[in-house]
């Protein structure tokens, strides 16, 4: 399995607070991923990173901010959590060059 | 836009009863065709890549074939263990080592 983690693995928060998700990855490589995965959407890309403090927008961006300081960590931000962005977020990973993506086991996420 | 599509939604098979799930895909230049395994509360699982028309891959009772328009998992003699939701996606030239992802097919094997 890759070495990837992610904390917490369950958080049950109130509308308006701010959220913060870890993803930790062993394999030192240069690509990770936040994905949201609801029922009926399928995964779909929140923000990714290409390298340590390069990140970019995803397709469902909108209310979430990412950084990363550091090769293995890529943490994601819900400044002001909403019940729409009650969800499961995967973290994912992959190499240069390579299209393949290998996840983290998932935090789910409920905002009420 | 680039976009994959899975079907069926949801596939209920006997054991030993073989079928196939569909991935059909519209993208700007394909970088690669993959399968993915998620069983309920986990992480998707790679199973395979698939970069040309005509190419075939295989792993134990599951094999993936790709056409220039869809790809194909054949399920060979399922097992119940072979129950999970299958993941489709594609690679896209459009950004950074982007892929798409279809909805997925919930497989549910009965004894």
């Known amino acids: 399995d890759a070495g990837i983690t992610q904390s917490p693995r369950h958080k049950v928060t109130e509308t308006g607070t701010p959220v913060t998700l870890r993803c930790h990855q062993t394999?030192?490589?240069?690509?990770m991923y936040w994905y949201r995965q609801d029922p009926g959407h399928g995964l779909r890309l929140i923000h990714y990173s290409y390298g340590v403090k390069d990140t970019d927008k995803g397709e469902v961006s909108d209310g979430y901010s990412v950084s990363r300081s550091k090769t293995e960590d890529f943490l994601l931000t819900l400044e002001s959590a909403t019940s729409s962005q009650t969800s499961v977020y995967f973290c994912?990973?992959?190499?240069?060059?390579?299209?393949?993506?290998?996840f983290g086991p998932g935090t789910r996420l409920t905002v009420t | 836009e680039d976009q994959v599509t899975q079907s069926p939604e949801a596939l209920r098979l006997q054991e030993g009863e073989s079928s196939s799930l569909n991935c059909s895909y519209t993208v700007s230049g394909l970088r690669g065709l993959f399968w993915y395994r998620q069983d309920p509360g986990k992480g998707p699982e790679f199973l395979f890549t698939l970069y040309s028309a005509g190419e075939e891959k295989e792993k134990e009772r599951l094999k993936a074939t790709l056409t220039k328009k869809e790809s194909f998992l054949h399920i060979t003699a399922p097992k119940p263990e072979d129950s999970a939701t299958y993941l489709c996606?594609?690679?896209?030239?459009?950004?950074?080592?982007?892929?798409?992802f279809g909805a997925g097919t919930r497989l549910a094997v009965h004894p």
């Open positions: 996606a594609v690679g896209s030239s459009g950004g950074y080592n982007k892929l798409i």
């Open positions: 994912a990973i992959s190499g240069t060059g390579e299209y393949e993506q290998y």
């Open positions: 394999e030192n490589h240069r690509y």
